[in-house]
């Protein structure tokens, strides 16, 4: 499987400031990542799909300016939160599929004042 | 976005008996993926599945690949407390372009 590191595990931060997000494939060459954004008590929301040295791919009503993805190496990305605000507080987790399996980082929870 | 039908929501259930849940889906599956979650950390894969048919074990958690290719079902025997924690189903699709599309999740509640 792919070992997969995940930074910040916990940020806390002022309305309109942005934040950025790592995911790092530690042991497994990642061309693709996804990243994803969970609720409280809910499931998993496919957010974007982040390629390596290309345009990341986003899902239906993510919006690609408000959530900036990076991948410009085979074991990093990284999503940026531009411009915060409370209803951007959620659980954002990153993934790096490999040989038909998914592994995930630790997540990292969000908290927007 | 697109999920998967996952039954139970949550179940409370004696420490030592036998859990089970299934997923379902209106699409095809080439893949099957179960994955547990302890609050605040990513999910963790349990089994992965790869034929219609197939049945693969971990320890005490069995899952299946529907025949049909539209729903799997996994099963815990002899419940312990930590298998406490949310369950997913996720299947891969193919079909233009290859994401993972993730269940609804099972909240699972063991008492001792």
């Known amino acids: 499987g792919a070992v997969v590191s995940q930074h910040p595990s916990r940020v806390i931060c002022k309305s309109g400031t942005s934040v950025k997000i790592e995911c790092r494939s530690l042991?497994?060459?990642?061309?693709?990542m996804f990243w994803y954004r969970q609720f409280p008590k809910q499931s998993l929301m496919l957010m974007a799909t982040?390629?390596?040295?290309?345009?990341?791919?986003?899902e239906q009503g993510v919006e690609k300016d408000k959530f900036l993805i990076n991948h410009a190496s085979l074991t990093l990305s990284t999503l940026t939160v531009t411009s915060a605000h409370p209803e951007d507080s959620s659980f954002y987790i990153c993934?790096?599929?490999?040989?038909?399996?998914?592994?995930f980082g630790s997540g990292t929870q969000l908290s927007v004042l | 976005g697109q999920q998967l039908n996952q039954s139970p929501q949550s179940m409370f259930i004696q420490e030592g008996e036998d859990v089970s849940m299934n997923c379902t889906s209106s699409?095809?599956?080439?893949?099957w993926l179960w994955y547990k979650q302890d609050p605040g950390e990513g999910p963790v894969l349990l089994i992965a599945?790869?034929?219609?048919?197939e049945l693969t074990s971990n320890g005490r958690l069995t899952a299946q690949f529907g025949i049909t290719r539209k729903d799997s079902f996994l099963n815990i025997s002899a419940s312990i407390p930590s298998d406490v924690g949310i369950y997913f189903c996720?299947?891969?699709?193919?079909?233009?372009?290859?994401?993972?599309?993730f269940g609804t999740g099972t909240r699972l509640k063991v008492l001792a």
């Open positions: 996720a299947g891969l699709s193919t079909l233009g372009t290859y994401k993972y599309i």
């Open positions: 699409s095809i599956f080439n893949t």
């Open positions: 042991d497994f060459q990642a061309t693709t």
């Open positions: 993934s790096v599929p490999a040989n038909e399996k998914l592994f």
């Open positions: 982040s390629n390596e040295g290309s345009k990341a791919t986003y």
């Open positions: 599945l790869y034929k219609a048919g």
